[in-house]
């Protein structure tokens, strides 16, 4: 189940919208932090910008790898456990559009969790410890602590306890 509030729109559609979600200036920052952040080789500095500039929640010693993709919006809705992995060119949204609704909602990323390369992660979503996701899975849903999932959407391969 997603953790998401929806916010309906009547005529254009909700992308019309977006300055409902986020000030300007407020996307133009976090543009730019993202951008330099995406192509920063150190995790040390990835993480500070991302706490000081982003409001990102960030647990020590989480590797957030090179080219992802944090929300431009609402990225101080994301939260992500210590010693997780995020792989390359990972996108992790805390918002969506769609064509008479916008959806908004926190997304939780437990501790020791592994996000394959190339994954998508919806607004709303909970991911427990210990969790691992495929490369190239778009994660839909809640995923409980130490399974393993796969896919688009994604379908729980393994469940339960991964002798952590």
């Known amino acids: 189940m997603r953790n998401y509030r929806s916010y309906p729109v009547k005529g254009e559609n909700s992308m019309q919208k977006w300055t409902r979600v986020a000030h300007p200036v407020k996307v133009m920052k976090n543009f730019a932090v993202i951008q330099l952040g995406r192509y920063c080789p150190s995790l040390t500095v990835k993480r500070w910008l991302y706490r000081t500039f982003l409001g990102m929640r960030i647990g020590a010693k989480t ?40 959806r908004i909602g926190p997304v939780e990323i437990g501790s020791g969790v592994l ?36 896919g688009v959407p994604i379908k729980i391969l393994q469940e339960g306890s991964q002798g952590q």
């Open 63 to 102: 590797s957030i790898g090179l080219m992802a993709m944090v929300d431009i919006f609402l990225p101080e809705l994301i939260a992500i456990g210590e010693d997780s992995i995020i792989g390359y060119n990972c996108t992790i949204l805390t918002h969506e559009y769609l064509p008479r609704e916008y």
């Open 115 to 150: 996000i394959g390369a190339n994954t998508t992660i919806l607004p709303g979503v909970k991911i427990g410890d210990n969790a691992m996701v495929a490369a190239c899975s778009l994660v839909n849903r809640d995923i409980p602590a130490n399974s393993v999932v796969g």
